[in-house]
């Protein structure tokens, strides 16, 4: 039984390792290149993966030629204020749509579904000349209201909010609670992984949004932190070196609260059993 | 009873008014402008607008890059299943609570937050003519001269699925993950003590209670590998014959300013989309819905 | 009391002498490298138009054409947008740009390049200050030269003689000579041979110097000369910078990333007149600026762009990157300029090598070079590329490429 099991485990390891080496090789380059110092090639071939001589000073470059320190606590207000729209606002409108009945409900659903499969480029302008009619222009709330609205976000919910048991709500149900309460305190809370994972991707999208930003907002001291990445990147400014570090300083977050936001990928029944 | 009810109706109200509104704002409004000016010759910029009727329609019917997009877009689609299999496998696999394995998969979803310059010059580097692949292959002895991956035109398209479905995994691993968590951990107990093994366990209680995670995945993969773009682009620049739908829909609004030729192949487009879908939903849609 | 009425009379009127006016000003991708640069020319023009304000917002290149479409859409253009050439022209055709002519005294126009000024005139309209510009050079490594017998100091002059040297380097080194940029209709255009009929009627580019130029290129291809991926100036700069090409014929500016990246290569680089084919011309990279229909103040805007793209300032801004200025008067004129040529630095004798050929240059998207009506240009270029690619990949031989992409564009012309 128990080598057995350690096989198993020196197994799951190995591939794993094998896995993270497969999917990390780019990351991998550019952490490397945003260590190397002025006088080492880049573009070697093959390339060379251990800096001649490491070096911190991209990093710092990056910080003294974008105002790097302002574009971040730009994008974390807007993250912040994304995150916060879209999971809230599908965990919401997923809701009826999956447990309660009522009419219209499946209607209501398809009707919702539709517009990810109606692909519009001109969206873009449109939804700008709203916002300015609407006086937002140049602020934060310009940048998420018009995505705050997740149907990816509110189609992931609804399929999660049908595989909790009805067991458990009829249970509250029999026990008093009203139907406001059997959401907050039973099916909500079972959700979580679901949750989880579109607070995940909401941060990823709005973490790295570039176009819509810059369409919106007028006032370089409240652009995104991928505008820095792009004024480090471009035909007048070509060290790669400076370029890899902004990336580096630009991914840290998202794999941040990835990695701490997977506490909420547990059985769902287990957190709320205790309530 | 009837009090069930009114808090029922309330929540539906509550709940959705405020998602109804902004979609109704930001995403219906322009689909129904972009489906009228499909029947216009639209100038944005001097606000000229003539209605032309089905001129649009019939021009882009007559664009021969039109059918090779739809094809390309169509063999995209063979992705999709290896995506979903792998990111299946990868999401049991991590679903283990062993030392580190937060950091594995956080490890995994790197490629899907890495930026598209990147990916697309280290896999260059895998693709190139004298590159890893290619050597790798040489030595073998699978193939005995290099072989183009990103401008033979049999297998352009392909490679590029490649790189999509490296970019992939990672993403679809976390939905699935999360979705793994519905499947109470005594069934895998109570399933081992009656002496099942890995596969059986796979195919009779992972796999049907992953349903309607699946459902999900598996029509936001296929619409996502239908709307290909970027990652064609980026990689062989459309030659080859890799032209795409999204990126005649692009083009006709950003590169030659033609909005009514962009909203009508949009539309055109979304038929497809909605035939494709509902196709899908009733293959996995029955076992979906199941409570 | 009549004093204070007097005061309150001098202020209003003082008030409505002194309307500032602001004007925005869009560049591309040019903060925060030369932030210096463009804050001491906003401040000298300033300092000469107190009553002109200039507000100066960068625009990552990328995302500039969805930004200013939606903009001027939306009754929110800048007043003076720096634009190149393809760009300029697209924006102009679709009525969102104001034509210049009468916005400046003739003098002014005069200063330019006349090929350069002409890049952005549209039906008979200019519509652009042609800005700051960059020529290809021919970049190639000195240390590989002497590997394979060649003389360093003896750089191909002609495209045959591209082929030539190739040849020596896939054989003695086994290495590629040289990656291009492959862009069918400017190779067509600098061999002299005309895309259409005068009336733009007919495709008129299916001659004996089109086949010769599209078997040149399939030689290169065959005989593995160049890199078969065909990845362009991108993929090039990156072989150039491995070692996997010998000579790299790319843009000036291609020079600061080799210096910047790869400061080895760099050392043992040099450059030299880029081949011309059979017309005699050079193509051109050239940026303008360009003064959108929501502009409110069409002359002040214009003064203001013509500062900008004045020679002096021209010339400054060559201090800072490697870019030639689109006036006449150009960098020869400059001591500071000079000095740099004499102390052996490579990006100025580049720079110098460039600057020889301006008058030779032309930019090769202007419309009236190709003759094609603008609404159907795109679809004669996709036409001409893919055939052109085609065949140098050997699908085809260069007389049917060039005779099935003439029935094509004639098909497209007609409609």
Not at chain 2, 56 to 63: A, L, Q
Not at chain 2, 151 to 180: N, P, Q
Not at chain 3, 229 to 241: A, D, I, M, V
């Amino acid at each position: 039984m128990k080598p057995k099991k350690i096989l198993r485990t020196v197994f799951t390891y190995t591939i794993m390792l094998i896995l993270a080496l497969f999917f990390t090789f780019p990351f991998i380059w550019v952490l490397s290149t945003s260590f190397k110092g002025p006088g080492e090639n880049l573009f070697t071939w093959p390339p060379k993966l251990i800096p001649k001589h490491p070096t911190f000073e991209n990093y710092i470059a990056v910080f003294n030629k974008v105002p790097m320190a302002r574009y971040f606590l730009n994008t974390i207000i807007i993250t912040s204020l994304g995150v916060i729209f879209q999971v809230v606002l599908s965990a919401l409108a997923a809701y009826p749509l999956a447990r309660l009945e009522w009419k219209g409900k499946d209607m209501i659903f398809k009707f919702i579904l539709l517009p990810l499969l109606i692909p519009m480029e001109g969206a873009l302008i449109v939804n700008f000349i709203t916002i300015l009619k609407m006086g937002l222009y140049d602020s934060y709330i310009a940048v998420v209201l018009p995505s705050s609205v997740s149907i990816f976000g509110i189609f992931l919910m609804r399929q999660h909010y049908l595989s909790v048991p009805a067991e458990l709500e009829d249970a509250a149900r029999i026990d008093g609670c009203n139907e406001f309460q059997v959401f907050w305190k039973i099916t909500f809370p079972l959700v979580r992984p679901a949750t989880a994972a579109l607070a995940i991707f909401a941060f990823t999208a709005y973490w790295n949004s570039l176009l819509w930003p810059l369409i919106v907002l007028r006032t370089p001291t409240k652009y995104p932190i991928q505008v820095g990445l792009s004024q480090l990147s471009s035909t007048f400014e070509p060290n790669f070196r400076t370029a890899s570090a902004a990336m580096i300083i630009a991914m840290t977050p998202i794999l941040t609260f990835f990695y701490f936001t997977q506490r909420y990928f547990i059985e769902g029944y287990k957190g709320a059993i205790i309530e | 009873m009837r009090r069930r009810k009114r808090q029922t109706i309330l929540i539906a109200v509550l709940f959705l008014f405020v998602p109804l509104t902004l979609l109704g704002i930001f995403t219906y409004y322009p689909i129904i402008r972009g489906v009228i000016l499909s029947f216009c010759d639209y100038n944005m910029f001097t606000k000229k607008v003539s209605w032309v009727g089905l001129k649009n329609y019939e021009e882009i019917f007559r664009n021969k890059y039109f059918y090779e997009a739809l094809i390309n877009i169509f063999k995209y689609l063979v992705v999709v299943p290896f995506i979903q299999l792998t990111a299946i496998l990868t999401a049991i696999l991590v679903n283990q609570n062993l030392p580190g394995i937060k950091f594995f998969r956080t490890l995994f979803y790197i490629p899907v937050i890495t930026g598209s310059v990147i990916v697309s010059m280290t896999w260059r580097w895998i693709y190139n003519v004298d590159g890893l692949l290619n050597n790798l292959l040489l030595s073998i002895g699978i193939i005995k001269e290099p072989v183009l991956w990103l401008t033979d035109e049999r297998f352009a398209l392909y490679s590029v699925m490649f790189v999509t479905f490296w970019r992939g995994i990672g993403y679809y691993m976390v939905i699935y993950l999360a979705g793994l968590q519905n499947i109470p951990s005594e069934l895998y107990e109570a399933a081992r003590i009656d002496g099942a093994n890995g596969r059986q366990i796979l195919t009779r209680i992972t796999l049907p209670l992953l349903s309607p995670t699946m459902l999900f995945c598996f029509t936001i993969s296929s619409l996502a590998a239908l709307k290909v773009f970027e990652e064609v682009f980026l990689m062989t620049q459309g030659g080859s014959g890799t032209t795409t739908m999204m990126y005649l829909i692009y083009d006709y609004a950003f590169v030659r300013f033609k909005f009514g030729l962009s909203t009508a192949t949009s539309v055109v487009f979304s038929g497809i989309l909605i035939i494709f879908t509902i196709i899908n939903f009733k293959f996995f849609g029955a076992r979906g819905d199941k409570r | 009391m009549k004093r204070g009425l007097l005061m309150i009379f001098v202020f209003i009127a003082v008030i409505g002498f002194c309307k500032t006016i602001t004007l925005e000003f869009w560049t591309l991708s040019l903060s925060p490298t030369f932030d210096k640069y463009i804050n001491e020319m906003i401040a000298d023009f300033e300092k000469k138009n107190p009553d002109i304000k200039i507000k100066w917002l960068d625009v990552p290149y990328g995302s500039a054409v969805q930004k200013l479409t939606a903009a001027i859409a939306a009754g929110q253009g800048p007043d003076v947008v720096n634009l190149n050439t393809t760009w300029a022209v697209d924006f102009a055709v679709q009525g969102a740009l104001l034509p210049i002519d009468n916005l400046i005294p003739q003098i002014t126009a005069k200063q330019y390049w006349e090929k350069l000024w002409n890049a952005t005139v549209v039906d008979k309209k200019a519509y652009a200050f042609p800005w700051y510009a960059s020529i290809p050079v021919l970049i190639y490594n000195k240390d590989l030269f002497r590997k394979a017998g060649l003389d360093p100091n003896k750089p191909p002059k002609t495209w045959d003689e591209v082929l030539e040297y190739s040849r020596v380097f896939r054989s003695k080194l086994d290495i590629y000579g040289f990656e291009p940029n492959i862009i069918a209709i400017d190779e067509l255009l600098l061999e002299g041979v005309p895309i259409v009929t005068a009336d733009g009627k007919k495709a008129a580019f299916n001659t004996p110097d089109a086949v010769a130029k599209l078997e040149w290129f399939q030689k290169a291809y065959r005989e593995n000369l160049m890199p078969r991926s065909l990845g362009g100036y991108g993929e090039g700069r990156e072989f150039y910078q491995q070692g996997k090409i010998a000579m790299y014929p790319a843009g000036l500016t291609m020079l600061k990333h080799i210096e910047v990246n790869s400061p080895n290569i760099f050392k043992v680089t040099d450059v030299s007149a880029y081949p011309t084919g059979k017309a005699g011309i050079i193509k051109v990279s050239l940026m303008n600026l360009a003064i959108p229909v929501t502009c409110k103040y069409p002359k002040e805007a214009a003064k203001f762009a013509a500062h900008v793209t004045s020679a002096k300032w021209q010339i400054e801004f060559s201090k800072y990157a490697t870019v030639l200025p689109s006036t006449v008067q150009g960098l020869e004129s400059s001591e500071y300029f000079r000095q740099r040529v004499k102390a052996g630095d490579i990006n100025a004798k580049a720079m110098y090598i460039a600057s020889l050929s301006m008058k030779n240059a032309v930019d090769l998207n202007a419309p009236a070079i190709i003759g094609v009506p603008a609404s159907k240009l795109p679809d004669v270029r996709k036409v001409i590329q893919d055939y052109w690619m085609k065949a140098i990949k050997g699908e085809l031989t260069a007389k049917e490429a060039l005779s099935m992409a003439e029935k094509e564009v004639n098909e497209i012309l007609s409609k």
